[in-house]
């Protein structure tokens, strides 16, 4: 019967496995897990010294790719609804992204749109996220407009929207009412 067998990887060290049980047949296992190519030589041994001449087997064990998640993007804006009297000459608008989605989404970015007639957008038109997690909320956009003389008596919508390189968009719209006096 076999007394040991002996194996090594990649030109490695042999390491020897004894048949201390007297098995037959004598079984010999091992596990290379990690991606790469190798080659596996092995040999046995009888218990009167006879070594065998060792045989080989090659193989590659590819790298598994990671599944990517899909980004879902959605956006909030506060308040929805609001009414200001005619000189008002700030409003307010807090905007927060979510991505609910399995992936992270990459140049993410707000903007507010409003009808340039009736209303002005106060500072930056457009606000960069950069990159949302998987699962996560941006900080708190904060946007400013200022109503303009044609906005009197009026309700206007103005949209907070929302684009990212590798998702869809996705848009949150506010009613601003100005009133006449």
Do not use: H, M
Request: charged share 30%; with cysteine; aromatic share 6%.
């Amino acid at each position: 019967g076999v007394a040991y067998t002996e194996y090594r990887v990649n030109g490695g060290d042999w390491v020897v496995s004894e048949n201390t049980e007297g098995d037959d047949p004598f079984v010999t296992e091992f596990t290379v897990d990690d991606p790469g190519a190798y080659t596996v030589e092995y040999r046995s041994a009888d218990a009167a010294g006879n070594v065998e001449e060792a045989k080989s087997v090659s193989f590659e064990i590819e790298e598994e790719e990671q599944p990517v998640g899909e980004p879902a993007l959605s956006v909030s804006a506060n308040p929805k609804k609001k009414t200001v009297r005619r000189k008002a000459k700030r409003v307010g608008f807090n905007v927060r992204v979510s991505n609910t989605g399995d992936g992270a989404a990459a140049g993410v970015r707000v903007c507010a749109k409003a009808p340039k007639k009736k209303i002005r957008v106060l500072g930056k038109a457009c606000q960069s996220v950069g990159k949302l997690a998987a699962q996560a909320k941006s900080a708190k956009l904060r946007f400013q407009v200022k109503p303009k003389k044609k906005a009197a008596g009026k309700k206007t919508r103005i949209k907070f929207v929302v684009t990212a390189k590798n998702a869809d968009r996705a848009v949150a719209t506010v009613n601003l009412r100005v009133r006449r006096n």
